[in-house]
């Protein structure tokens, strides 16, 4: 049958598609920026095919939707800079209808949040919103709603691993003690593609969780039992939201409009009361500790299929990165470095492909580290995002604090996108090209400064541009996976 998928590069989308197509289903992904959607593997796949839109914005009606069976509302706007998210939530959620009404669906499927308590938080009351505004469409609905979803590079995942691998004691706010219910992002997937055209699952709204109800200090002990560490929490009651939120921000990878909007959900219980999809679909529910064994294996196995980090909400801004995508050639400062490859340029290429994350930056670190922590105390996005895989990149992932804009392999070029605060603009470029018979290595460092502080701040930095930026050609020339680069 015939699928449009939203959300198609999100958390969920990335680990829904495959599914969707092994099943042999034809699937029409909805894309903000096409040029974010992966260019390897799976995504090749014939059964694809790519719809951008915005749906925050008017949408022409194409006739390659007349004909879908089925559609998956999977758009979340929660960390957006916005502070009417939720009235953004309401828009895309409309634009989504409109567009709908003039086709032949038969199904819509949402993916929310668990909403039977009283008092919700901002965000949780904005899926409830957008729950009810699908209902009262017209159209047939079918809503699941989960809690804390557990798989690797979820979000909710990379922040307990943050807090329980780097705090040995915790002295941790009230909301430690509020109750959950996790769930395992394998027993989503299964929910979201059971409901597929099941008619008894039509108009109605179905609580999803996992077999253990926990409150949030238990998933932070357990977690810590299965990683085989020792951990000791304290909760206090006088820890305020905001300190609550700046202390998520500097301990873990989030941005701190996450960190708030998590905050105040967490003081939300979000237990499963309307379980019955559990036994109409068969699922088995796998625990909390098994969830997060498994998202340890596809970690260990440089298998992780998506991550939330490379989601736009991770970052500082929410602009289109393809604004971007153009290196700026007036105005500018530049540092270009080239070398000549002496070595394997194949080998060359994959420590390009290869860089940050674990591997770090081949040279200096330590400075990179720094301007890391100084970004994060001004409100940036630091050094802790990291990469979702060890050596593959696909345009629109984060490096760090970069966005990848363009990651060609094949003709050897990664140009990234600084999401660092800076009084300007940055970009990093790689290219391996090929000059009089010889095999070279060009680095392009580009500054577009922002008024006197951005020059300033040009300068101020040039002496230690000069080593680390040298430090990274040469030792990405010379570095081989057994044998460590120049520090």
């Given at each position: 049958m ?24 034809e ?42 069976d ?13 502070s ?8 895309s ?13 038969k ?18 009351a904005?899926?409830?919103?957008v729950d ?33 691998e ?11 003690n ?7 992002i ?12 099941n ?19 238990e ?9 085989g ?9 006088v ?20 960190a ?17 999809l ?13 969830a ?22 991770s ?7 393809f604004?971007?995508i ?33 591997r ?16 994060k105390?001004f409100?940036?996005v ?8 060890a ?8 490096l760090d ?12 070029r990664?140009?990234?996108?600084a ?5 300007g ?7 391996l ?18 008024g006197?502080?951005?020059?300033l ?5 040039l002496?230690?541009h000069?080593f ?20």
């Open positions: 015939k699928i449009l998928l939203t959300g198609a590069t999100g958390y969920i989308g990335k680990r829904l598609l495959p599914v969707l197509l092994n099943l042999g289903h699937v029409i992904c909805c894309v903000r920026d096409k040029n974010r959607f992966p260019t390897e593997g799976i995504y090749f796949h014939p059964n694809i095919s790519l719809l951008e839109v915005d749906f925050l914005k008017d949408i022409s009606f194409t006739d390659t939707l007349k004909d879908i089925v559609a998956y509302y999977l758009i979340h706007s929660m960390s957006s800079n916005a009417n998210f939720d009235k953004l939530e309401e828009q959620v409309n634009n989504f209808i409109k567009l709908l009404l003039n086709t032949n669906v199904q819509i499927i949402y993916l929310g949040g668990i909403t039977n308590d009283e008092h919700l938080s901002k965000h949780l904005s899926r409830k919103k009810d505004i699908l209902h009262a469409s017209g159209l047939t609905v079918t809503s699941i709603k989960a809690g804390i979803i557990v798989g690797s590079g979820s979000s909710s995942f990379e922040i307990i691993r943050d807090l329980v780097k705090l040995p004691v915790m002295i941790t706010p009230k909301w430690l509020t109750k959950c219910q996790p769930i395992a394998r027993n989503v997937i299964e929910y979201l593609t059971g409901v597929i055209l008619q008894e699952t039509f108009n109605q709204s179905f609580d999803i969780g996992g077999p253990d109800v926990l409150i949030y200090k998933m932070l002990l357990q977690f810590a039992q299965v990683r560490l020792k951990r000791y929490i304290a909760t206090v009651p820890m305020s939201p905001r300190i609550s939120s700046y202390w998520l921000y500097f301990v873990t990878s989030t941005s701190y409009k996450l708030v909007n998590l905050v105040n959900s967490m003081k939300v219980e979000v237990v499963a009361k309307d379980n019955r559990e036994k109409m679909l068969k699922v088995k529910p796998i625990s909390y500790k098994d997060v064994q498994l998202a340890f294996q596809k970690i260990e196995q440089n298998d992780v299929v998506s991550s939330w980090k490379d989601s736009l909400i970052s500082s801004s929410y602009n289109s990165l604004e971007h153009n290196v700026p050639v007036n105005g500018c400062f530049k540092d270009i470095r080239t070398k000549e490859i002496t070595t394997d340029s194949n080998q060359v290429l994959e420590n390009i492909w290869s860089i940050g994350g674990e770090g930056w081949y040279y200096g670190n330590w400075l990179w580290n720094s301007r890391g922590f100084i970004d105390l409100g940036g630091g050094l802790r995002r990291g990469r979702t895989n050596n593959i990149i696909n345009t629109g992932d984060t604090f970069w966005r990848v804009l363009v990651a060609d392999k094949q003709n050897k990664l140009l990234l996108y999401e660092m605060k800076l009084p603009e940055a970009w990093l470029e790689f290219e090209i090929r000059k009089d018979n010889k095999d070279i290595l060009q680095q392009t460092a580009t500054f577009r400064p922002k006197l502080g951005g020059r701040y040009w300068y101020a930095v002496p230690f000069y680390v930026f040298n430090g990274l050609a040469k030792n990405i020339i010379k570095y081989k996976t057994n044998l460590k680069p120049d520090k």
